[in-house]
């Protein structure tokens, strides 16, 4: 009887415990058994190790083989444990040192043929194994992934037989090459590009200054999609560490890891999504598009289209930036600090309101469509404005070259813009850290306050308009921000003003 240990981990949400693989070769019946709340993916991984080992050119033993992946009361699934039992079941065998597994992690599936195929949630588990002081072994297939840490020993290899060459000291596995961040950070859409509309464009800036939520009502054809699709373009580039935890997000999909990039993302689920798609779910538990969309934008189109449970359980995420699924077997809990912009019409045709187009809906008709969206949900979005057709220039459209020239001449660039916004950014990570919408509540700091007449003005709207705590803490946000694209270091009535402005109740 021989016994051998081998080291790798699972996934649960972002996080990777560490699952130790015991392999226990005694005499007996030939058997392999696999124990330790394995679901069946695990459980197949009998019959792709087997044959893998066999393919290689090694031998299987004929003893009875128990394999304990502990500990026992964590959920495992997929065929990432595939590696390590096959490296367990050889040294326990005698096929490769013991001493040689110390240290070490292993991740991988198998094919029947012994090449080592990629997985899912890589970049978590070598992230702990980083902070643990161990080296990797990982799919080849996984080297652009892998290739992202810097400070962890990762080795890669693509076939069983060069892992147990690696381990038996006859030909060492080659290190993983670092990724080279990108640099690139120009705009996928310009604010240039867009004509007219100067309330949308001024709440697009407030919005992209403070990380405010926005809802745009209007009309077909006023441009909500096209202001939407060009607030990344508004924001700083991702610093490494984010760059590396929305990866780390990606990597926890069936699609793998995301883009390499220092945009923004811009995730635009369609009004068919789940919440499950929307939040996350699933077994294994996967994150949604609102993390998917973390340190980014989440646009929502057609929102009353929406079901409203799906809305409803975007409700926690917008106030906290996390979202906490509980499931019978596991809980995990995703980051979602991201910024959501939606876009509706008035009424179910559109053109409620429109002075060329009349409105065949019935006031009936009107109000049901607009109740599909909660009172609670919508005190959540910092901003929202009423566009129509009266905002919107065409003369880009129809007047020639000569009148695009000069249409396009009078509008501001997203990098003009995005200088302002980031210098409003700059400003209020100075003064507390963060922006001015992800703060705890702004009645706990002084600098949102109001000077006398603003707050008057404040008092005087809550009352008129029937605003909840939660409505004014937002304006008030929203007053803060606006201050300090205008540097002030006061909310002036005028900051309070404009934020009212921008609240349709």
Same mark, same amino acid.
């Given at each position: ?27 007996? =019946? ?59 079941? =050889? ?222 359980? =975007? ?191």
């Amino acid at each position: 009887m021989s016994l051998a240990t081998v080291c790798t981990r699972a996934q649960l949400g972002i996080d990777a415990p560490l699952v130790t693989c015991e392999v226990r070769v005694a005499g007996g =019946l030939p058997r392999l058994r696999i124990v330790g709340l394995v679901e069946t993916a695990v459980k197949e991984s009998r019959e792709r190790v087997k044959a893998a080992i066999r393919q290689s050119g090694y031998e299987f033993p004929d003893g009875r083989i128990t394999v304990n992946l502990a500990p026992a009361d964590l959920p495992k699934g997929s065929g990432r444990f595939d590696l390590a039992i096959a490296i367990g079941i =050889l040294a326990a065998s005698g096929q490769i040192p013991l001493e040689r597994l110390a240290g070490l992690e292993l991740y991988g599936e198998l094919s029947l043929t012994g090449s080592i195929r990629s997985v899912t949630g890589l970049l978590p588990a070598l992230t702990r194994a980083r902070d643990a002081g161990c080296s990797c072994i990982v799919p080849a297939a996984c080297r652009m992934e892998a290739g992202l840490l810097h400070d962890v020993e990762t080795l890669l290899a693509a076939h069983l037989v060069s892992v147990v060459d690696h381990l038996s000291g006859t030909a060492a596995l080659p290190g993983c090459p670092q990724v080279d961040w990108p640099v690139d950070t120009a705009p996928a859409y310009d604010l240039a590009d867009l004509n007219g509309q100067a309330v949308a464009r001024r709440a697009l800036e407030i919005t992209a200054a403070g990380g405010h939520h926005l809802l745009m009502i209007g009309p077909p054809g006023t441009g909500k999609t096209m202001f939407a699709q060009r607030l990344p373009g508004l924001l700083p580039p991702m610093t490494d560490d984010e760059v590396v935890e929305l990866l780390v997000l990606h990597s926890l999909t069936r699609s793998g890891s995301g883009p390499l990039t220092r945009r923004r993302s811009f995730r635009s689920p369609h009004h068919t999504a789940s919440p499950v798609a929307l939040v996350g779910g699933g077994r294994p538990l996967r994150p949604g598009e609102i993390s998917l969309a973390h340190h980014g934008v989440l646009f929502l189109d057609e929102l009353p289209e929406f079901a409203r449970p799906a809305l409803e359980a =975007l409700r926690e995420p917008l106030e906290c930036g996390t979202i906490s699924i509980a499931r019978a077997e596991q809980t995990a809990v995703f980051p979602a600090r991201f910024q959501l912009i939606a876009a509706m019409n008035p009424c179910p045709c559109g053109f409620t309101g429109d002075p060329k187009k009349l409105c065949r809906c019935t006031s009936g008709q009107i109000q049901r469509y607009q109740q599909r969206v909660s009172g609670p949900f919508l005190d959540r979005l910092d901003i929202r404005i009423e566009l129509d057709r009266s905002g919107l220039s065409l003369d880009h459209l129809i007047g020639g070259t000569a009148s695009l020239q000069a249409g396009s001449a009078g509008n501001e660039t997203t990098q003009t813009v995005r200088e302002r916004v980031c210098r409003a950014i700059d400003l209020q990570l100075d003064r507390a850290g963060m922006q001015n919408a992800r703060l705890a509540s702004a009645a706990n700091h002084h600098w949102f306050r109001p000077d006398a007449k603003g707050c008057k003005l404040m008092e005087a709207a809550a009352k008129q308009f029937g605003l909840s705590a939660r409505a004014c803490d937002r304006c008030l946000r929203v007053a803060r921000t606006i201050a300090d694209l205008d540097a002030a270091d006061t909310v002036r009535t005028e900051h309070v003003a404009e934020a009212l402005s921008l609240r349709k109740e």
